[in-house]
Structures are given as structure tokens and as C-alpha cells.
């Protein structure tokens, strides 16, 4: 796997300027440098290394692939893009959430992986074919956004799996509330799977 790629998949929390998140909730990716009890410690792509309690009942989730054919109107994603030379956003990883975790982070925010980078999460109104893919329509609270889907763009969504799979050296993805100790916790964590990555 490239660096490029994998830095890739790593951020997936997607043009131009894009309003921040809130506050709350703060996303942690990176790799798993320990696990001790209920508590993370990730180092993100940046060299900072951040520690996250797990809540005791947090789900855990394994990264699985999904066809391009298997995505539909409905769903809620998240899309990590940059502006292509035709002007139109052009995803380069795609995570549809389960439904259980649909709205997570919607809204759309500066994608720190690439310069110009976009991260949109937003339900899909609508998928039109293109000549060289899809074009998704989507929707968010506040606004809306046209992404392409294009056959190089990583497309991924999470099974539900137990903690096990918490282990050094596998990449997680994870939203996580700040206390006001700066302390973190987190009600979900994404897990890599086979070599598939988190697209946060």
C-alpha cells in the first residue's frame, strides 16, 4: 500500500474552505500504539499521539469493502474529495455509515490530508451515472454538494465486531467528546480490516 494511499484512508473525516465542526465531537485517526483497559493511545498521522476512553458499552466496528454498484440514495456517507481540473469534487475514499451511526459529524469541513481537501458527511439524494463513474448528490444540514465518484475512489462501510480487534499497529478512526479536563471518550471506534483502512 502507498503512503499516499494510506494517508488517504486515514483522514477520511472532504474543494475549497469548508466550515468547521463544531467543538464537539473531535475525530482521532491514526495507529494504535497501545491499549490499556478501556483507554487508546493513537498517533495520528502528524506525529501527536492522543488517548481515548472508550465508553464501556462502545460499539467497535471492522472497515469492510463495498462495490461502487452498492451505493444508493439514502445512505449516509462520509466523502473525502478534492477539487479536480473540471471543478467538481472528486472523491478520493468514501465510508458509509451503519445506520446506527447515521448524522455522525454531518456537515462539511477542511480534509487535512490534501491540500484543498473537502470531508462531507451528508446523505446521498441522489446517484446519476457518469462517464467515468457516478455522481453523487448530497445533502447536509446547511447545505449540499455534487462529489464523483470515480473507479480509483476506496469505498468502505464497518461491520460490527467485538473488542479483540483493539490491537497495536491497527489503524482506528473515531469521533470523541472532550471533557473539560481535555480529557477524551468516544462511544465507537472503526478498525482496519484486511489491509482496509478507516476512511474517517
Avoid at 108 to 128: D, H, L, S
Wanted: aromatic share 4%.
Amino acid at each position: 500500500m502507498s503512503r499516499i494511499f494510506a494517508a488517504i484512508l486515514l483522514a477520511c473525516g472532504v474543494g475549497v474552505a469548508a466550515p468547521a465542526l463544531a467543538a464537539n465531537p473531535v475525530r482521532v485517526s491514526g495507529t494504535i500504539e497501545q491499549v490499556q483497559g478501556n483507554a487508546l493511545t493513537v498517533a495520528e498521522a502528524n506525529g501527536a499521539k492522543v488517548v481515548v476512553t472508550l465508553n464501556d458499552d462502545a460499539k467497535v466496528f471492522l472497515i469492510v469493502p463495498v462495490k461502487p454498484a452498492d451505493i444508493k440514495a439514502g445512505a449516509f456517507i462520509g466523502a473525502g474529495a478534492i477539487k479536480g481540473s473540471d471543478g467538481l469534487l472528486h472523491a478520493r475514499s468514501v465510508f458509509v455509515f451503519p445506520e446506527a451511526q447515521r448524522g455522525l459529524g454531518e456537515g462539511q469541513r477542511a480534509w487535512n490530508v490534501m491540500p484543498g481537501g473537502v470531508m462531507t458527511n451528508a446523505t446521498i439524494a441522489e446517484v446519476a451515472a457518469a462517464p467515468s463513474g457516478q455522481t453523487i448528490s448530497l445533502t447536509y444540514k446547511g447545505g449540499t454538494a455534487e462529489i464523483a465518484i470515480d473507479p480509483d475512489t476506496v469505498i468502505t462501510t464497518a461491520a460490527a465486531a467485538d473488542r479483540s480487534i483493539l490491537q497495536t499497529g491497527r489503524t482506528a478512526s473515531l469521533f470523541a467528546t472532550p471533557a473539560a479536563d481535555g480529557s477524551l471518550t468516544a462511544a465507537s471506534v472503526r478498525i482496519d480490516a484486511d489491509g482496509v483502512k478507516p476512511a474517517p
